[in-house]
């Protein structure tokens, strides 16, 4: 068995003005589809191949001699996750329930944003934003570096936002609080 790169969830056109086409030709048809063909490579043969990318992840978390797979199933992950992140016509209020929780768990969605979006200007060199949520049902805004995935700490994903450059570089240079303002008002998929 091997992994097939998802298909986006909409055409590479549809997040503009806020992401280019181009931006998605490259990130969704280059770097994540080679994190996909990486990961079969490195998976093909052995007992790995046939679990769930879920399960490699959870199986290679933490262990060095597989950090290479680990690295390559997580960024699998991670971009599957993130293109579900967003929709044309995104932003918006929260579904009811979401908004709920988030306003009791930072006060406020205005308070969310806030932190989200610190959480993706601090961290530092590649990785992700995330809003999860922890065994007892509260949200947070963690960060984590690289291919690092809330999976492997026992944290359900509810949104993401990748903040490696090859995300924005193309349409926002280095102007990552511009790219992660956008995300929260114009395409996060509550
Ligand atoms: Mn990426």
Known sequence: ????????????A??????SARTLEFHHGKHYKTYVDNLNKLVSGSQL???????????CAGKQELSAIFNNAAQA???????QS??????????????????????????FKEEFKAAALSQFGSGWAWLVEDES??????????ADTPLAHGLKA?????VWEHAYYLDYQ??????ADAFLEHLVNW
């Open 14 to 19: 549809a997040l503009e003005p806020y992401i």
């Open 86 to 111: 967003m929709r044309p016509n995104g932003g918006g209020e929260p579904t009811p329930k979401l908004k709920q929780k988030i306003e009791r768990d930072f006060k406020s969605l205005a308070k």
């Open 49 to 59: 191949a046939d679990m769930t990318l879920e399960e490699i992840i959870k199986h």
């Open 137 to 146: 049902g509260i949200l947070k805004v963690i960060k984590t570096s690289n």
């Open 1 to 12: 068995m091997s992994f097939t790169p998802s298909e986006l969830p909409y055409a590479k």
């Open 158 to 162: 509810i949104i993401t936002l990748d």
């Open 77 to 83: 992950w991670n971009h599957e996750f993130f293109w």
């Open 174 to 179: 280095n102007r990552r609080g511009d790219f």
